[in-house]
């Protein structure tokens, strides 16, 4: 094997180790340490993460995962919490009519509850989001993260922030030690 492709192999599984705990697995982290935040908050009745719901109609899926889920006395309260990256792969009329099968599925589930399904986002207000900007005219809310979270429920934003960098980097190091020296990579990286 020439040492370019030895390289490239590294570097490539060294990168798919990376990306994958600290971009995607720092975003599930993140929905985590929300979710944990509006529980431990004590201003809902019933608060749940990853929450199925059967979806209505034929289509291909048959349930959603609703990232928070909300329940009190008349109000259901759907969250769908988005990261900093975004998959534009869709077009804007495909999600809002997911977003839209997602409410009519959750109000079958809880019939006598107002539902409201939002979103977070990180960032948002801050740069041009399209897709956000398409789902606010259509009647579907969109917060920034970061503010909302402070507003509603007073949370130290920093200090989530911080917990899932550190598990973020826990998480990478423990899938990384196999192929690297830890402490030496720290060391060069200076």
């Known amino acids: 094997m020439k040492k370019y492709e030895i390289r490239f192999d590294y570097l490539k599984k060294f990168v798919a180790i990376t990306h994958g705990k ?37 289509g291909k899926r ?28 869709d077009s804007e009329d495909a999600k809002l009519s997911d977003t839209k099968l997602f409410i009519e599925s959750i109000q079958k589930k ?16 801050t740069k041009k989001i399209p897709l956000y900007e398409y789902f606010e005219k259509n009647g579907i809310p969109v917060y920034n993260t970061e503010d909302y979270l402070i507003e509603h429920y007073g949370i130290n934003f920093d200090a989530l922030e911080e917990r899932r960098q550190k ?9 990384i030690k196999d192929i690297v020296d830890i402490e030496a990579f720290y060391a060069a990286a200076k």
């Open 22 to 58: 600290i971009n995607i697995a720092g975003g599930n982290i993140f929905q985590h340490e929300i979710y944990e935040a509006i529980k431990k908050s004590g201003k809902h009745k019933e608060v749940y993460e990853e929450y199925p719901i059967p979806l209505v109609g034929n």
């Open 62 to 89: 048959k349930h959603h995962k609703v990232d928070i889920l909300i329940v009190d006395k008349d109000i259901v309260i759907a969250t769908n919490s988005k990261g900093k990256s975004f998959n534009n792969t």
């Open 110 to 125: 809880f019939p006598n509850h107002k539902v409201v399904y939002q979103y977070f986002k990180d960032e948002y207000g």
């Open 167 to 175: 598990e973020c980097v826990k998480r990478w190091e423990e899938a």
